[in-house]
């Protein structure tokens, strides 16, 4: 997944809101990558962008090669059903389906055979920690619980990238750490890219890749090789903004 310059200006009413103001990075193979900052600074209209479920007002999202913005919307449903999968802030998962039938239900709905499918469930419940749960439905299940049978979700699939924005939720600080590290472990064994959007130092600490956003812009965090605790900074873009459409934000 490449993006290339991306700008996105979002417009409520007479507010215009410059989110991303020149965008760029490439999200490779297997890679573990975690997107800090501050609020407002454009990390969900990063991720939705990443996960198609937006358009960049410019700038180019390629995935293997291919303009997403020359796709028709049949193509854009197969390329998220197949290739991304996404953990929200809460679950999202169907009250009235059991935790292994929500695992399941996004392989049904890509044609899986049935057998295939419960295996599947099966398997994830299992990496997930959640075996004994699998009957369960959502409410009968913790929070933390929940986060992983939608991490078990968002891996049916076998996506090539996992995007997960503040996936901890209104968890505590220890459970939320716990749900993220899982993410970390399954999506690894699984060899699926993460993009993820969490404020726990720790799980910045072993990502592969650490980017901060700042006002539409985003910065590489370098970990230094040798101590792991200081950090250099760099900035990713080297091209300027045009001054005259740099458009003041309204919080
Ligand atoms: P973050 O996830 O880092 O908190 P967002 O990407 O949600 O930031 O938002 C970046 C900026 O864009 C904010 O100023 C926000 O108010 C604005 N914004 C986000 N989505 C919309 C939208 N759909 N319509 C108008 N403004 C939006
Ligand atoms: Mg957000």
Redesign the pocket.
Same mark, same amino acid.
């Given at each position: 997944m490449q993006l290339e310059n991306l700008e996105k200006i979002?417009? =409520?009413g007479k #507010?215009t &809101?410059h989110?991303l103001r020149g965008v760029s990075l490439t999200v490779r193979e297997g890679e573990f990558t975690v997107v800090m900052? *501050? $609020? +407002? $600074? +454009?990390? #969900? #209209? =990063?991720l939705?962008l990443i996960g198609t479920l937006d358009k960049p007002t410019s700038g180019r999202a390629l995935i293997d090669g291919e303009d997403i913005a020359k796709m028709n919307d049949g193509q854009l449903t197969r390329l998220r059903r197949h290739k991304i999968g996404f953990v929200f802030q809460f679950h999202n998962l169907i009250p009235v389906l059991t935790a292994f039938e929500n695992v399941q239900l996004p392989l049904l709905t890509s044609r899986t055979k049935r057998r295939e499918a419960e295996d599947r469930a099966n398997e994830l419940l299992d990496r997930v920690g959640l075996k004994e749960r699998a009957r369960h439905l959502p409410d009968e299940l913790s929070g933390g619980e929940q986060q992983r049978v939608a991490i078990a979700r968002a891996l049916a699939n076998r996506p090539r990238i996992i995007l997960a924005?503040e996936p901890t939720g209104d968890l505590d600080t220890q459970t939320g750490s716990e749900v993220v590290r899982m993410m970390y472990e399954v999506a690894r064994q699984e060899h699926a890219a993460v993009v993820v &959007?969490t404020h726990d130092p720790i799980i910045a600490e072993r990502a592969d890749r650490l980017l901060e956003?700042r006002d +539409?812009r985003i910065t590489e965090i370098v970990h230094e090789p040798l101590t792991g605790e200081k950090h250099a900074i760099r900035a990713i873009e080297s091209v300027p903004p045009e001054p005259g459409r740099s458009l003041s934000? *309204?919080?």
């Open positions: 979002h417009q =409520l #507010t &809101v989110a900052g *501050p $609020s +407002g $600074s +454009g990390k #969900t #209209t =990063l939705n924005d &959007v956003m +539409g934000q *309204p919080n």
